[in-house]
């Protein structure tokens, strides 16, 4: 069971996050392939850290509290999948916020979700108001 | 380099990379702060398991020494930089894709809310 103390930690993270998606629909997972294609440059600066750091010196990995598994590099399987884990779930906490409370991102929100619905209505009120109805 | 001077350089090239080369300016913006604030909490817990039950372990000579919560204070440095190139790569994919559908839905703008 120590052997799963590292991948277990990072299931309790898609566990704790699942909630945001499923019951606040902030539609992360459901838009899967923006998502992926947003991770890449995390994924590959971190990554490359991680192969620097090991072959460094400067962190090592317990092999008692992981799988076991390495990869090329000596990089343990759960921290490469740390560096997806992580990253989508800090993604799930921003759309969360931006759900919540309405505030701007830098770009607009996605068509069917909740802050658009609210931009599209906010849009509409405009143009009666401009047509004088 | 060490994990410490890493570590800095990887906050300021980040910082960078939000500011002036995505220009999505995250830091800038109150959502980012607030999320980045729910995200601190569980990132300490999780790295006070991943360092006090020492999955991990660091070389005593590649870090500055004061930890927090068992792990180096470089950790921070390392998780702010994580999230917020990885939120800034995000807010910049869906500027482009939701931009570029809604130019083909609906070209009104909306009233500037500076007004």
């Known amino acids: ?133 | 380099m060490s994990y410490s001077a890493l570590a800095v350089v990887a906050v300021v090239a980040v910082l960078v990379v939000d500011l002036a080369v995505l220009r999505t300016r995250l830091v800038t913006r109150r959502v980012f702060w607030t999320a980045y604030a729910i995200v601190i909490v569980f990132q300490l817990l999780m790295n006070g398991v991943l360092t006090g039950l020492d999955v991990v372990t660091y070389d005593p000579d590649a870090i500055w020494g004061p930890r927090i919560a068992y792990a180096p204070v470089e950790d921070l440095l390392f998780g702010f930089a994580l999230v917020l190139l990885t939120l800034a790569s995000w807010a910049a994919v869906n500027r482009r894709a939701n931009t570029a559908r809604r130019r083909g839905l609906d070209t009104r703008t909306r009233r500037s809310s500076t007004r």
């Open chain 1, 1 to 133: 069971m120590e052997q799963l103390t590292y991948l277990a930690l990072l299931a309790g993270c898609l566990v704790v996050t699942a909630p945001l998606e499923v019951l606040l629909h902030v539609r992360v997972y459901a838009r899967w392939r923006r998502l992926l294609v947003a991770l890449v440059p995390e994924f590959v600066v971190f990554v490359a850290w991680v192969l620097y750091a090991i072959a460094a010196g400067h962190w090592d990995y317990s092999d008692v509290r992981t799988l076991g598994v390495r990869l090329p590099g000596g990089i343990p399987v759960e921290e490469v999948l740390f560096f997806l884990v992580v990253p989508v779930c800090a993604v799930l906490a921003l759309e969360a916020v931006r759900t919540v409370t309405g505030w701007d991102a830098g770009y607009p929100a996605p068509d069917d979700s909740a802050g658009s619905i609210a931009a599209r209505n906010e849009r509409g009120a405009d143009r009666r108001a401009e047509s004088g109805q």
